[in-house]
């Protein structure tokens, strides 16, 4: 008989912990990053001195792992887990949600490994002091250029969908109608860092600085 | 005769399983077309002539049917790879060769026929139910605003067909997730007056183990709904409620 | 003696009804079903159910819910059941409804009430147009709790072959096939209620479902269970033919206000729509005022076939009438019939709310069944009860709209108690009846399987059901003539012939639906000649059943119910005073005020 009495489980409160860990802090943490790496876009100088700020905060190594490298660490690791419990089917049923289903599972994957990858190089690497210069060095190399726009595409979309489903996965966004309206937050905010990104991108490679005017005033 | 072997064909392959340990085959028929022709139709055409495209005689296909009007949820199975009701597919609407398989989320019976106790289960398992003190003469219902009726009559249409689980990807071997239609009735038994009162049990179990969590969103579940039940606002709503509960539960008691 | 146990055979509604009232009592429960019994014929129920709350103001009454029940079904129902079922029947609305049923409600909170054919009054409670998929998953939900409780054990994909019965001609329990392992095995009970529902595919083509084959009826009707009334066959006036089902259009279409026309030309080949209001025949409101389009379902069938039959005015020749809801505002059609109207809508691919919709009567009900006592649901052989559509009790000559899912609740709700209350008075339980009785009875069905698995003769069962399936919905039906039925009495006898000569195209062991339906095919034609002989040796028209060359009824000769008896292989009929003790029988007509 199967009626026993069933209680919470791990599993739901690692899930809800995962879904969590996506908007905060993972989510917010790489708004942050895209706000300060724009400062690339006004001007080196901006760069190095808002990078150097950030390397001088207090409880700086504390912060970086509990709000930063563990909640990414187990966000992607139980997001791995996760995958491997569902099995895609959109060839099956390629409907829109479907799809981003299964590229929710290889963005997280892509965002992930590019992530890790970055961390080591801008940040191991460099002992956290990586420059407008060294970043600007390495995006000479066109596979480091494509790497690099691909995590950041990968990781704007994930960020955008990943909001939708938080909103329609905590109940947030309930009705069809406040599903609707999560899922056009959710473009939003994928297409708005992934231009972001693009631009900085752009900024470093070809020492571009549309906001360098700001400087002059 | 002549002129009816002379007209236009439906020609239907059948995926084939004579036990649940045997390996599956294909079968290909060509059936005489008519109008308003449906899946059970060409079914029930093999029946009384079990022999295929290539004159090979063979049994009659095992499946489940019963109401023919997409109500009791029986006959759900797999129609040029979509999950959907037999009778309800209509032959003009579909492409041929109609390739006809068993649903691939539960145990195979026999051809076309599958158990889907697990869904039976998993009503136990949440308290689908609204748990009266007895049947004997206790008055009245109690009150329900038409408001309240109108959003839970469509919840208490699901016909428990399984389509929900069939195209749901986090439904699978790996996974214990009861599926959408289950939680739809958590909703419905939460939302309605006497229901409500046992919320908190019926939200336990939608945490427990194949509990709403293993939902990933992919919204699949609503698109094949054939009672075109509301399923994806159920699971938010469950959602919500479940997660108030595991948070503000222990504090309220 | 030790705790008493109870089989219930049949999962629709009077089934979990007599589940639940067993479990409640404390005695286990067994329930038998070919389906999982969410899955019951009862889902297809649409309009509603009847009860007289009078929650319009309209001074309705139990006394009128029960005159009109007797009214309308001609007088033929014992009388004082009839009552008690009416007396209860609100009683079972706050029931279903305290079970959580989704009853449509007023602005105030309270259950909203329509109009059904026979009625002047607002009596009938509904949940949009699938009532009955709503009151049999309420009930569904309540034997699940039992049976997560431990009081209910299910046997869901098992089939009803024959009762146990003892040398003393008591029932000690069933006999039954697994059909998957298609394994026949005996289970001991000291009362079996039977709840097997509807023969309509003894019609062939019907509003019933796959599995209303009448087989297990007709079973026990072979090994001595009296069988009464089985001419009384209702057709519903409006079904939307379909070659594997004639799918229901519910009464409610017309209960909300649905209007039933043909063009007053023959041959109209206009779109309905573009039919001037001048140039549409509203035959039912023309021809019976008072009731108009909600007349008993007999008299609009009757009248449907007239206009098609006689006066050829079916659309475009064919053999169907407009029912026509397009003049209802959408909004109210989505809220009070989106069910019925999305079953055109996905079967024909028009939209009724649009056009109107193509329709045409349909075998649907049978008022006759089981015999059973005027007490509590127990038949001739003590330890057998039936409830439900399978017996014959409380509808006459003809149904009402909306009354047979009270019927069902009723039946099966003092059959329950009436079971444990036979089983609890028995001094020697079934489980002392001797192992032989059960042995022989398995031994018995076993060869049954084997005759029928070997048989190497060239008929097709298929074949043989679709045969009788034509016979019967020609003759015995709507319309019945004598020399007809004469006729298709002699064409089942050779069907029946044929059976025995049939070759069954699967011969396996396992999951075999060809077997099964064979086995049922043997029963479905046992029970088509009961049907046909009654209707044959009733010489008068009453209810549903019509016969031209004698138009009127007959109370002298006929106000009595027709109980069949099988003896050795033959059906005898007899005839039984009915109880008139409450309501004095008069003529009934529905083209005036009665």
Same mark, same amino acid.
């Given at each position: 008989?199967?009626?026993?009495?069933?209680?919470?489980?791990?599993?739901?409160?690692?899930?809800?912990?995962?879904?969590?860990?996506?908007?905060?802090?993972?989510?917010?943490?790489?708004?942050?990053?895209?706000?300060?790496?724009?400062?690339?876009?006004?001007?080196?100088?901006?760069?190095?001195?808002?990078?150097?700020?950030?390397?001088?905060?207090?409880?700086?190594?504390?912060?970086?792992?509990?709000?930063?490298?563990?909640?990414?660490?187990?966000?992607?690791?139980?997001?791995?887990?996760?995958?491997?419990?569902?099995?895609?089917?959109?060839?099956?049923?390629?409907?829109?949600?479907?799809?981003?289903?299964?590229?929710?599972?290889?963005?997280?994957?892509?965002?992930?490994?590019?992530?890790?990858?970055?961390?080591?190089?801008?940040?191991?690497?460099?002992?956290?002091?990586?420059?407008?210069?060294?970043?600007?060095?390495?995006?000479?190399?066109?596979?480091?250029?494509?790497?690099?726009?691909?995590?950041?595409?990968?990781?704007?979309?994930?960020?955008?969908?990943g909001i939708w489903n938080f909103l329609c996965k905590w109940g947030l966004a309930a009705t069809v109608r406040a599903q609707r309206a999560a899922g056009q937050l959710g473009v939003l905010v994928g297409v708005t860092f992934s231009v972001v990104g693009i631009l900085i991108l752009i900024s470093f490679r070809f020492d571009w600085h549309p906001f360098a005017s700001y400087i002059n005033k | 005769m002549a002129e009816a072997a002379a007209g236009k064909k439906v020609i239907v392959k059948v995926k084939r399983q004579a036990t649940p340990k045997e390996a599956a085959h294909w079968e290909e028929f060509a059936l005489n077309w008519r109008p308003s022709m449906?899946?059970?139709?060409?079914?029930?055409?093999?029946?009384?002539?079990?022999?295929?495209?290539?004159?090979?005689?063979?049994?009659?296909?095992?499946?489940?049917?019963?109401?023919?009007?997409?109500?009791?949820?029986?006959?759900?199975?797999?129609?040029?790879?979509?999950?959907?009701?037999?009778?309800?597919?209509?032959?003009?609407?579909?492409?041929?060769?109609?390739?006809?398989?068993?649903?691939?989320? %539960?145990?195979? /019976? =026999?051809?076309?026929?599958?158990?889907?106790?697990?869904?039976?289960?998993?009503?136990? $398992?949440? @308290? #689908?139910?609204?748990?009266?003190?007895?049947?004997?003469?206790?008055?009245?219902?109690?009150?329900?605003?038409?408001?309240?009726?109108?959003?839970?009559?469509?919840?208490?249409?699901?016909?428990?067909?399984?389509?929900?689980?069939?195209?749901?990807?986090?439904?699978?071997?790996?996974?214990?997730?009861?599926?959408?239609?289950? %939680?739809?009735? /958590? =909703?419905?038994?939460?939302?309605?007056?006497?229901?409500?009162?046992?919320?908190?049990? $019926?939200? @336990? #179990?939608?945490?427990?183990?194949?509990?709403?969590?293993?939902?990933?969103?992919?919204?699949?579940?609503?698109?094949?709904?054939?009672?075109?039940?509301?399923?994806?606002?159920?699971?938010?709503?469950?959602?919500?409620?479940?997660?108030?509960?595991?948070?503000?539960?222990?504090?309220?008691? | 003696?030790?705790?008493?146990?109870?089989?219930?055979?049949?999962?629709?509604?009077?089934?979990?009804?007599?589940?639940?009232?067993?479990?409640?009592?404390?005695?286990?429960?067994?329930?038998?079903?070919?389906?999982?019994?969410?899955?019951?014929?009862?889902?297809?129920?649409?309009?509603?159910?009847?009860?007289?709350?009078?929650?319009?103001?309209?001074?309705?009454?139990?006394?009128?819910?029960?005159?009109?029940?007797?009214?309308?079904?001609?007088?033929?129902?014992?009388?004082?059941?009839?009552?008690?079922?009416?007396?209860?029947?609100?009683?079972?609305?706050?029931?279903?409804?305290?079970?959580?049923?989704?009853?449509?409600?007023?602005?105030?909170?309270?259950?909203?009430?329509?109009?059904?054919?026979?009625?002047?009054?607002?009596?009938?409670?509904?949940?949009?147009?699938?009532?009955?998929?709503?009151?049999?998953?309420?009930l569904d939900e309540q034997v699940r709790r039992h049976e997560s409780e431990g009081r209910v054990k299910k046997y869901e994909g098992w089939t009803f072959l024959s009762a146990v019965i003892d040398d003393g001609g008591v029932c000690r329990g069933i006999c039954s096939m697994n059909l998957h392992s298609m394994e026949v095995q005996t289970f001991v009970a000291d009362a079996v209620i039977f709840c097997t529902g509807g023969i309509g595919a003894i019609f062939g083509r019907s509003t019933n479902s796959v599995v209303c084959t009448g087989s297990a009826q007709s079973a026990l009707f072979q090994q001595g269970v009296d069988y009464a009334n089985g001419e009384?066959?209702?057709?519903?006036?409006?079904?939307?033919?379909?070659?594997?089902?004639?799918?229901?259009?519910?009464?409610?279409?017309?209960?909300?206000?649905?209007?039933?026309?043909?063009?007053?030309?023959?041959?109209?080949?206009?779109?309905?729509?573009?039919?001037?209001?001048?140039?549409?025949?509203?035959?039912?409101?023309?021809?019976?005022?008072?009731?108009?389009?909600?007349?008993?379902?007999?008299?609009?069938?009757?009248?449907?076939?007239?206009?098609?039959?006689?006066?050829?005015?079916?659309?475009?020749?064919?053999?169907?009438?407009?029912?026509?809801?397009?003049?209802?505002?959408?909004?109210?059609?989505?809220?009070?019939?989106?069910?019925?109207?999305?079953?055109?809508?996905?079967?024909?691919?028009?939209?009724?709310?649009?056009?109107?919709?193509?329709?045409?009567?349909?075998?649907?009900?049978?008022?006759?069944?089981?015999?059973?006592?005027?007490?509590?649901?127990?038949?001739?052989?003590?330890?057998?009860?039936?409830?439900?559509?399978?017996?014959?009790?409380?509808?006459?000559?003809?149904?009402?709209?909306?009354?047979?899912?009270?019927?069902?609740?009723?039946?099966?709700?003092?059959?329950?108690?009436?079971?444990?209350?036979?089983?609890?008075?028995?001094?020697?339980?079934?489980?002392?009846?001797?192992?032989?009785?059960?042995?022989?009875?398995?031994?018995?069905?076993?060869?049954?399987?084997?005759?029928?698995?070997?048989?190497?003769?060239?008929?097709?069962?298929?074949?043989?059901?679709?045969?009788?399936?034509?016979?019967?919905?020609?003759?015995?039906?709507?319309?019945?003539?004598?020399?007809?039925?004469?006729?298709?009495?002699?064409?089942?006898?050779?069907?029946?012939?044929?059976?025995?000569?049939?070759?069954?195209?699967?011969?396996?062991?396992?999951?075999?639906?060809?077997?099964?339906?064979?086995?049922?095919?043997?029963?479905?034609?046992?029970?088509?000649?009961?049907?046909?002989?009654?209707?044959?040796?009733?010489?008068?028209?009453?209810?549903?059943?019509?016969?031209?060359?004698?138009?009127?009824?007959?109370?002298?000769?006929?106000?009595?119910?027709?109980?069949?008896?099988?003896?050795?292989?033959?059906?005898?009929?007899?005839?039984?005073?009915?109880?008139?003790?409450?309501?004095?029988?008069?003529?009934?007509?529905?083209?005036?005020?009665?």
């Open positions: 008989m199967s009626a026993t009495e069933s209680q919470p489980d791990a599993s739901y409160l690692l899930r809800k912990l995962h879904s969590l860990t996506g908007i905060l802090p993972v989510g917010a943490f790489l708004a942050e990053h895209f706000w300060s790496n724009s400062a690339a876009l006004v001007s080196a100088d901006k760069y190095n001195q808002t990078s150097a700020e950030l390397q001088t905060i207090p409880f700086r190594i504390f912060v970086e792992w509990a709000f930063i490298f563990l909640p990414m660490l187990f966000h992607g690791g139980y997001g791995v887990w996760i995958w491997l419990r569902g099995k895609s089917n959109v060839s099956q049923y390629p409907w829109v949600k479907n799809w981003l289903y299964t590229a929710q599972r290889y963005t997280g994957l892509i965002a992930f490994v590019y992530i890790g990858w970055h961390l080591y190089t801008e940040r191991f690497l460099t002992q956290g002091r990586s420059t407008y210069a060294s970043v600007e060095q390495d995006l000479q190399n066109p596979l480091f250029l494509t790497f690099f726009a691909i995590g950041i595409l990968a990781s704007s979309f994930h960020l955008g969908v | 449906n899946v059970i139709i060409c079914l029930r055409d093999i029946a009384e002539n079990p022999v295929t495209s290539d004159g090979k005689p063979t049994t009659p296909i095992t499946y489940d049917s019963n109401c023919l009007e997409e109500i009791c949820g029986s006959c759900a199975m797999l129609i040029n790879g979509r999950a959907r009701m037999a009778c309800s597919a209509l032959v003009d609407s579909l492409e041929q060769p109609i390739r006809i398989e068993p649903l691939t989320k %539960f145990p195979v /019976v =026999r051809d076309l026929s599958v158990d889907r106790q697990f869904m039976f289960e998993s009503l136990k $398992r949440v @308290k #689908a139910w609204i748990p009266i003190d007895g049947t004997y003469d206790l008055g009245e219902g109690p009150r329900m605003s038409p408001e309240v009726q109108e959003k839970g009559y469509p919840l208490s249409n699901c016909i428990t067909c399984g389509n929900c689980l069939e195209v749901c990807p986090q439904v699978n071997d790996h996974n214990g997730f009861m599926g959408a239609a289950i %939680f739809s009735q /958590v =909703r419905l038994f939460n939302m309605h007056p006497t229901g409500k009162m046992h919320a908190a049990e $019926r939200l @336990k #179990a939608a945490m427990g183990h194949g509990g709403i969590e293993d939902c990933a969103n992919a919204q699949n579940c609503v698109k094949a709904c054939p009672k075109g039940i509301p399923l994806t606002e159920s699971l938010a709503e469950v959602n919500r409620e479940a997660w108030r509960q595991a948070l503000f539960g222990w504090l309220v008691g | 003696m030790k705790q008493p146990k109870i089989i219930v055979v049949g999962g629709g509604l009077a089934g979990l009804m007599a589940t639940i009232r067993v479990a409640e009592s404390g005695v286990p429960v067994e329930l038998f079903s070919i389906v999982p019994v969410k899955r019951s014929h009862s889902v297809c129920a649409q309009g509603g159910i009847n009860a007289a709350k009078n929650q319009k103001g309209e001074g309705d009454s139990i006394a009128k819910h029960f005159d009109d029940t007797i009214f309308g079904g001609d007088f033929l129902a014992n009388q004082t059941l009839v009552g008690r079922m009416c007396e209860a029947a609100p009683g079972i609305i706050d029931l279903l409804d305290r079970m959580g049923v989704m009853f449509n409600r007023t602005p105030e909170g309270l259950l909203d009430y329509r109009r059904f054919g026979g009625t002047l009054y607002h009596r009938t409670a509904f949940a949009g147009a699938t009532t009955g998929q709503q009151l049999l998953y309420a009384f066959i209702q057709v519903h006036p409006t079904a939307i033919p379909g070659e594997d089902k004639l799918r229901l259009m519910s009464e409610s279409a017309r209960g909300e206000g649905g209007r039933v026309w043909v063009p007053k030309t023959p041959g109209d080949k206009r779109a309905a729509r573009s039919i001037p209001e001048a140039e549409r025949f509203y035959f039912l409101e023309e021809w019976y005022p008072k009731y108009g389009n909600l007349v008993p379902r007999d008299i609009a069938t009757r009248a449907i076939h007239r206009i098609v039959y006689e006066e050829k005015l079916g659309i475009d020749g064919q053999a169907a009438v407009y029912l026509d809801v397009t003049h209802i505002p959408v909004e109210t059609l989505n809220h009070k019939l989106e069910g019925i109207l999305e079953i055109y809508e996905k079967f024909i691919g028009v939209d009724p709310r649009k056009e109107p919709m193509k329709v045409f009567p349909a075998m649907h009900y049978t008022m006759g069944g089981m015999w059973v006592n005027a007490e509590d649901q127990g038949t001739n052989i003590p330890g057998i009860y039936a409830a439900g559509e399978c017996e014959y009790q409380y509808h006459g000559a003809n149904r009402l709209g909306a009354n047979s899912l009270v019927s069902c609740i009723f039946g099966g709700g003092i059959a329950g108690p009436a079971a444990v209350k036979y089983a609890k008075s028995l001094t020697t339980g079934a489980a002392a009846a001797p192992s032989m009785v059960f042995e022989r009875e398995r031994q018995r069905q076993e060869e049954m399987n084997q005759a029928l698995l070997s048989g190497t003769g060239g008929e097709n069962p298929i074949t043989i059901w679709k045969e009788l399936g034509e016979i019967m919905t020609e003759h015995v039906t709507v319309t019945r003539i004598n020399k007809n039925l004469e006729l298709a009495y002699g064409k089942i006898g050779e069907l029946t012939q044929r059976y025995k000569k049939i070759n069954l195209s699967d011969r396996t062991k396992w999951s075999n639906q060809t077997l099964n339906f064979a086995r049922e095919l043997g029963n479905m034609l046992v029970l088509a000649r009961v049907v046909t002989m009654g209707a044959y040796q009733r010489n008068e028209s009453r209810g549903a059943h019509y016969k031209p060359e004698f138009p009127e009824r007959d109370d002298y000769n006929f106000l009595k119910t027709t109980r069949a008896k099988w003896l050795n292989g033959d059906i005898q009929l007899t005839y039984e005073t009915v109880d008139t003790s409450h309501i004095a029988p008069r003529a009934r007509r529905y083209d005036a005020a009665k």
